[in-house]
């Protein structure tokens, strides 16, 4: 049988501004170790520290940008646009751009802060 998801867990978010997660599938709001799926708002300016993390992360920009850092470079996801970060990969995100942005982000298996590998700062 489906199951509805009647709303999101809010998440804290780590970086160096306020930052909106609301989680809709994963560890925290329905238990599921495969994937989670959460709906992200940055303001403008926002970043993390960079990660390795254990999972692939898919991101889906609804508004504004999103710029992700690799090692070698940089890409400007906007709005309509999608980027796949593999897992073991070293990645950082930011929303440099006025407006900041809305996303999505996809992680397989489910996103933990035991599996991110974040940078120290």
Known sequence: ?????????????????????????????????????????????WQEPGQRPEF???????????????????LEVKAGQAVIAPKGEWVRYSTPGPEGAEYIAVCIPAFSPDTVHRDSE
């Open 1 to 45: 049988m489906p199951e509805l998801i009647e709303s999101p867990s809010r998440i804290e978010a780590v970086g160096n501004k306020p930052k909106l997660i609301d989680e809709y599938i994963g560890r925290v709001n329905t238990e599921t170790q495969t994937t989670s799926i959460a709906q992200m708002r940055s303001p403008s300016g």
């Open 56 to 74: 692939d992360e898919f991101t889906i920009v609804l508004k504004g940008m999103v710029r992700v850092e690799y090692e070698g470079g940089h």
